[in-house]
T-cell receptor, first 114, second 112 residues
């Protein structure tokens, strides 16, 4: 597709359930990022994938959060045993090789934990 | 450590007025600076970026920003705003690694 595609666009889940958020980056982009946008918190870096290298998971807030990227393309962010404080917009982004630090964002997955 | 401060959380202006959204940064390494815009219920769209070279950077939708190393600033300006510019604007800092550090955003509201 033309841009970074994320699904679902909206998700309401009950506290304690697991959720999966999917990201399809721009074709040809080797780098993929997940950020979280919470009210009053701005954007927080979660995780970064670059090609076949080990991902940088330094931003994941707890061990309930995990992400994988299959075949160097699609990525899934999984949140286990969701809590109300996990409610946020989860933004995926990608960048091309030699992208000059420019990253392109998807429209986000809005997660509400009730 | 890197940080970005957007000095105004909200900026209301009238249509056709000029606007400046302020951004200051802190970094001990070479910097790359970005402004992103987020329209309601949408993702972030890149407005402009400074990587090197000319300190005055022009972006989309008539916006421009000036990199000022001595003041550690990267303020965003537009000489005449439209209703459609109403959105949240984020300043971001990139350094020697791939991560971007974002400011908390400035909500620009353009009133008729």
């Amino acid at each position: 597709g033309a841009g970074v595609s994320q699904s679902p666009s909206n998700k309401v889940t009950e506290k304690g359930k697991d959720v999966e958020l999917r990201c399809d980056p721009i074709s040809g982009h080797t780098a993929l990022y997940w950020y979280r946008q919470s009210l009053g918190q701005g954007l927080e870096f979660l995780i970064y994938f670059q090609g076949n290298s080990a991902p940088d998971k330094s931003g994941l807030p707890s061990d309930r959060f995990s992400a994988e990227r299959t075949g160097g393309s699609v990525s899934t962010l999984t949140i286990q045993r969701t809590q109300q404080e996990d409610s946020a917009v989860y933004l995926c982004a990608s960048s091309p090789p030699l992208g000059g630090h420019t990253i392109y964002f998807g429209e986000g997955s809005w997660l509400t934990v009730v | 450590a890197q940080s970005v401060t957007q000095l105004d959380s909200q900026v209301p202006v009238f249509e056709e007025a000029p606007v400046e959204l302020r951004c200051n940064y802190s970094s001990s390494v070479s910097v790359y600076l970005f402004w992103y815009v987020q329209y309601p219920n949408q993702g972030l769209q890149l407005l402009l970026k400074y990587l090197s070279g000319s300190t005055l950077v022009k972006g989309i939708n008539g916006f421009e920003a000036e990199f000022n190393k001595s003041q550690t600033s990267f303020h965003l300006r537009k000489p005449s705003v439209h209703i459609s510019d109403t959105a949240e604007y984020f300043c971001a800092l990139g350094g020697s690694n791939y991560k971007l550090t974002f400011g908390k955003g400035t909500l620009l509201t353009v009133n008729p």
